[in-house]
């Protein structure tokens, strides 16, 4: 028999509300964890390491702006996806530029979200198995370099061009 395992999703946001609606709209297909605060979040993210952050950008004492920053510089690729009621387009690209993954304002429409997430982890999980590197030989320092930043850029949607020396492959 086959045991599913069930993704894990960490939501952060300040508002009571919005854990019991995305508790009430996830839990069937995932596992659902909660944080009041970004400095919760961090804890709780490092604890569980968890396969997608949902995020609210606006919070007291830690912005979501700030715990996706930190959650950035200790390496985390875990794919964040930011929402909030205080949305602009200038707020959107910044948050994309310091790695989320998606943008959604409040209120968010429950469809367009389940299928953000789905995306969202579909993406993550075939950028997994192509980091296997079943056809790839090689143990080099360099080499490492550049699966190093393929694991950083490549689950994106986006075309990436890796360039090296004539010669190098």
Same mark, same amino acid.
């Given at each position: 028999m086959t045991t599913h395992i069930r993704k894990k999703?960490?939501?952060?946001?300040?508002? +009571?509300?919005?854990h019991?609606?995305?508790? &009430?709209?996830?839990?069937?297909?995932?596992?659902?964890? #909660?944080?009041?605060?970004?400095?919760?979040?961090?804890?709780i993210a490092s604890a569980i390491s968890p396969d997608l952050i949902l995020l609210d950008l606006v919070m +007291?004492?830690?912005?979501?702006?700030?715990? &996706?920053?930190?959650?950035?510089?200790?390496?985390?690729? #875990?794919p964040i996806i930011i929402f909030t009621a205080h949305g602009s387009v200038n707020t959107a690209v910044q948050v994309i530029k310091l790695g989320a993954v998606d943008y959604i304002e409040k209120p968010f429409d429950a469809h367009r979200l389940k299928q953000t997430i789905g995306e969202c982890l579909k993406r993550r999980e075939s950028f997994q198995d192509l980091s296997s590197r079943p056809n790839i030989i090689g143990e080099s320092p360099q080499i490492k370099k550049v699966w190093k930043m393929v694991e950083k850029y490549g689950p994106t949607d986006l075309p990436i061009l890796l360039?090296?020396?004539?010669?190098?492959?």
């Open positions: 999703i960490l939501v952060i946001d300040d508002e +009571p509300g919005i019991k609606s995305l508790e &009430l709209l996830l839990t069937p297909d995932f596992s659902i964890y #909660t944080a009041l605060s970004g400095t919760e979040g961090l804890r +007291p004492q830690m912005s979501g702006m700030e715990v &996706l920053r930190k959650l950035k510089q200790t390496g985390n690729d #875990t360039q090296g020396e004539t010669g190098t492959g």
